[in-house]
Nanobody, 124 residues
Framework: QLQLVESGGGLVQPGGSLRLSCAAS????????IGWFRQAPGKEREGVSC????????YYADSVKGRFTVSRDSARTTVSLQMNSLNFEDTAVYYC?????????????????WGQGTQVIVSS
């Protein structure tokens, strides 16, 4: 069974950067579209970014466009989310999830697996 593990969260000051990683335990992420989602306290889960199975297409929510970059490593074992110019509104638990197609990722439809989440806190 595909199990995803996120890492890289932490405490950062406004304007700072963090890089989150999503890896699969015992599996490759090669054939999956991977999405990043976040949930802040008291708010609904929000889709942040998706990268297609072939890495030829990416999607970003308007709230992070121009600040966040999603990428997959050459070995196709890890998907990263580079987060720059962080602000207070980016504080949330960030999750990665695997999907069979990118369009399913954008709509969070039928995820194959979810990670356990990693906390990002933006605070001065």
């Amino acid at each position: 069974q595909l199990q995803l593990v996120e890492s890289g969260g932490g405490l950062v000051q406004p304007g700072g950067s963090l890089r989150l990683s999503c890896a699969a335990s015992g599996y490759t992420l090669e054939y999956y579209a991977i999405g990043w989602f976040r949930q802040a306290p008291g708010k609904e889960r929000e889709g942040v970014s998706c990268i297609s199975n072939t890495d030829t297409s990416t999607y970003y929510a308007d709230s992070v466009k121009g600040r966040f970059t999603v990428s997959r490593d050459s070995a196709r074992t890890t998907v990263s989310l580079q987060m720059n110019s962080l602000n207070f509104e980016d504080t949330a638990v960030y999750y990665c999830a695997a999907f069979l197609l990118q369009r399913m990722c954008i709509g969070a439809i039928e995820p194959q697996s979810w990670g356990q989440g990693t906390q990002v806190i933006v605070s001065s």
